[in-house]
């Protein structure tokens, strides 16, 4: 990744569960985050044995296999984002001179996901699962990046008095989806990803909407 790899975070040992007594949603999504991380296949049943519950309660508690993928890969997304953010925020303001901050740290977060152990190791076993869950605008991914893209973009708009010719989510929407195109086209089109043509792209279209291409 660009400006060096920025590390997951294992967080607290999960607690122990005793007989009779459910795991709350937000546990189990750290868990199958976990799962994810260290490389293995999310299964269910193993799952629900580890969190000391049935694969019934799992479901109720959780949903079925796709949801429970969707809210560990967007919970570990979300958390490498929040990082990236910081980082970039840490940085000297000469880092990038000229850039838009929105700009870096969403080139930055396409690189991070391309390295993503969780994301490429779906992606390699599961392709069509893969897709499904990280590009579905109705899923649990898909829609919470072009909300956190939302917030990159809008908060350039209001510290730099941008006054974009669209509508900031429609920017949002067109640039998580162009994204994905270049970072899962070796699966949608048997094409080797280009994130430094997918940052090419990326930059103009944000330029020409924020009015800033013949600047």
């Given at each position: 990744?660009?400006?060096?790899?920025?590390?997951?975070?294992?967080?607290?040992?999960?607690?122990?569960?005793?007989?009779?007594?459910?795991?709350?949603?937000?546990?189990?999504?750290?868990?199958?985050?976990?799962?994810?991380?260290?490389?293995?296949?999310?299964?269910?049943?193993?799952?629900?044995?580890?969190?000391?519950?049935?694969?019934?309660?799992?479901?109720?508690?959780?949903?079925?296999?796709?949801?429970?993928?969707?809210?560990?890969?967007?919970?570990?997304?979300?958390?490498?984002?929040?990082?990236l953010e910081r980082r970039h925020d840490d940085r000297p303001a000469e880092a990038?001179?000229?850039?838009?901050?929105?700009?870096?740290?969403?080139?930055?977060?396409?690189?991070?996901?391309?390295?993503?152990?969780?994301?490429?190791?779906?992606?390699?076993?599961?392709?069509?699962?893969?897709?499904?869950?990280?590009?579905?605008?109705?899923?649990?991914?898909?829609?919470?990046?072009?909300?956190?893209?939302?917030?990159?973009?809008?908060?350039?708009?209001?510290?730099?008095?941008?006054?974009?010719?669209?509508?900031?989510?429609?920017?949002?929407?067109?640039?998580?989806?162009?994204?994905?195109?270049?970072?899962?086209?070796?699966?949608?089109?048997?094409?080797?990803?280009?994130?430094?043509?997918?940052?090419?792209?990326?930059?103009?279209?944000?330029?020409?909407?924020?009015?800033?291409?013949?600047?």
């Amino acid at each position: 990744m660009r400006g060096g790899r920025v590390p997951a975070t294992s967080g607290p040992a999960l607690p122990a569960y005793p007989a009779g007594v459910t795991a709350p949603p937000e546990d189990v999504v750290r868990h199958a985050a976990r799962t994810l991380l260290s490389g293995q296949r999310l299964d269910t049943g193993v799952l629900a044995a580890e969190l000391g519950i049935s694969r019934a309660t799992l479901f109720r508690r959780a949903g079925n296999r796709d949801a429970i993928l969707g809210e560990a890969l967007w919970d570990l997304g979300r958390r490498t984002l929040q990082a990236l953010e910081r980082r970039h925020d840490d940085r000297p303001a000469e880092a990038e001179p000229g850039r838009l901050r929105s700009l870096v740290v969403s080139e930055d977060f396409r690189y991070a996901l391309s390295e993503a152990v969780p994301i490429r190791r779906l992606l390699d076993d599961e392709p069509a699962t893969a897709i499904r869950i990280l590009t579905d605008p109705r899923g649990r991914v898909q829609p919470r990046i072009v909300e956190a893209y939302t917030a990159l973009f809008q908060r350039d708009v209001d510290e730099h008095g941008l006054v974009p010719q669209v509508p900031v989510p429609l920017l949002a929407l067109a640039v998580v989806r162009l994204g994905e195109s270049f970072l899962y086209s070796d699966v949608l089109a048997a094409r080797a990803p280009d994130l430094k043509a997918a940052t090419t792209v990326l930059d103009a279209l944000v330029g020409s909407v924020f009015g800033l291409d013949g600047r």
